[in-house]
């Protein structure tokens, strides 16, 4: 199913997975954003988000990002955004959350416009259970298989996507994750993709449940080290 922004679909030439923050300009701040929308899944963006601001840097910041200044979770939990949708195109890395009204807001005219200026070519954009339903609406998913959560599986399929029976999948600068306790691989993906797999590695051990620290460690790792590192292939990518 073709993309709600229009992207043309060409392919590029992808070598090894790059510690991007290698390819930064020197000074260059790096800003990670979790998009939360009304109905959010609390797990789905607060994991990813204590995750991500293990990272200690002054240029690392990470931020709940919101079309509104105050979300409600699908529990009820308000939260206020830390940044609104016009940071979106300037972020190194995009994270989807989920929630109960993805499926609605997938409908959404409006937000898919807003939404449209994700970029994968210069962008790490990653999806979370139903948020793997936006990037399939935004096209970004063509020709890529994702994961997802059981209950949006089915929408997932429809909008002509694989659906993988695993935790996380990730081809070039994409990624999806299914399962709320896979944010945790979104996260350490992102931060292994930016700062590589020692400062993924620490993020993760900070938050393991002792007495299974290394054990939890290595089985996170397990999952996304297959992405971080590839031979040179074609990949889809929005042109």
Known sequence: MGGFAGHCICSIRSG????????RPPGTAMHLAILTLDGFNELD????????????????RVSLLAPTP??????????????????????????????????????????LEQLSVLDPRRQLIGAQCSGTLLLARL???????????LTTKPWVQEAGIEVLEQPFFARGNLATAGGCLASSY????????????????????????????????????????????????EVASAC
């Open 16 to 23: 090894e997975a790059k510690n991007l923050d290698s390819t």
């Open 45 to 60: 963006s607060l994991i990813a988000l204590g995750i991500l601001n293990r990272i200690r840097r002054p240029d690392w």
């Open 70 to 111: 105050w979300v409600t979770s699908m529990n009820g939990v308000r939260l206020e955004r830390q940044a609104g949708l016009d940071e979106l195109a300037d972020c190194a890395a995009v994270l989807v959350g989920s929630g109960i009204r993805t499926r609605e807001f997938a409908q959404d005219r409006t937000l």
């Open 139 to 149: 096209g970004l998913l063509d020709g890529v298989p994702g994961c997802t959560d």
């Open 186 to 233: 979104l996260a350490a993906w992102t931060i292994a993709r930016l700062l590589g797999r020692e400062a993924a590695a620490e993020a993760l051990h900070y938050v393991a449940p002792v007495g299974e620290k290394e054990d939890y460690v290595q089985r996170a790792l397990g999952n996304i080290e297959p992405y971080l590192s590839h031979p040179s292939r």
